[in-house]
């Protein structure tokens, strides 16, 4: 496990580095592929709780500091009036809520239904742009939803569903690779006989 947990670590590294990377689609409402929160919400579903809210407040953290550190650009037809960021650490606690909606369906994953997490990658991730989104809106004192804005989120959720199932199988190959089982394997024996 400690292998294990150490990889996925530096898969959450390299997501964060990544990010930097990813250009936003234009077209689809400056819509982008939230690497960073695919790869946390895909391993938040693999591993138990208290090592999740540990990637969490990692992640988190990540994405503030990315987000404090970089210049904001943001389409004006969608944000009329700009809010470069929430405060430093609000993140954690919105990884924190999305981590913990992935974790209460561990056991369908367990089961090796991992077509059913990707789906909800794609829920939670929506649902963490429209929290964030809705944040942001509360400070600055408006409380506006436009068509922009579901838009943005729903194709950010699309891409979330698309590319979750690369990120299972890395997990799973991983996990091979270190010898640790991340869903649960079928006796062959009975337990009580």
């Known amino acids: 496990m400690f292998r294990y947990s150490i990889t996925l670590l530096l898969l959450l590294l390299f997501a964060v580095i990544a990010q930097q990377f990813l250009p936003s689609f234009s077209d689809l409402y400056h819509a982008r592929i939230f690497l960073l929160l695919i790869v946390f919400l895909c391993i938040a579903v693999s591993i138990p709780l208290p090592v999740m809210f540990l990637y969490a407040l990692m992640c988190g953290f990540?994405?503030?500091?990315?987000c404090t550190l970089g210049s904001p650009e943001v389409d004006t037809s969608i944000y009329q009036d700009p809010v470069t960021s929430l405060r430093f650490g609000s993140s954690i606690l919105l990884f924190g809520f999305a981590g913990l909606l992935m974790h209460g369906f561990r056991p369908l994953f367990l089961q090796g239904k991992w077509y059913l997490s990707a789906l909800?990658?794609?829920?939670?991730?929506?649902?963490?742009c429209l929290t964030e989104y809705a944040a942001i809106d509360f400070v600055r004192g408006s409380f506006t939803?436009?068509?922009g804005v579901i838009w943005q989120s729903c194709y950010?959720?699309?891409?979330?569903?698309?590319?979750s199932?690369?990120?299972?199988?890395?997990?799973?190959?991983?996990?091979?690779l270190f010898h640790h089982s991340i869903v649960e394997t079928k006796r062959s024996q009975r337990r009580f006989s």
């Open 62 to 66: 990540f994405w503030d500091a990315q």
């Open 120 to 128: 909800l990658t794609g829920i939670a991730t929506f649902l963490y």
């Open 145 to 147: 939803i436009s068509r």
């Open 156 to 163: 950010t959720a699309l891409f979330s569903i698309v590319v």
């Open 165 to 176: 199932p690369m990120v299972f199988a890395l997990l799973f190959y991983l996990a091979r």
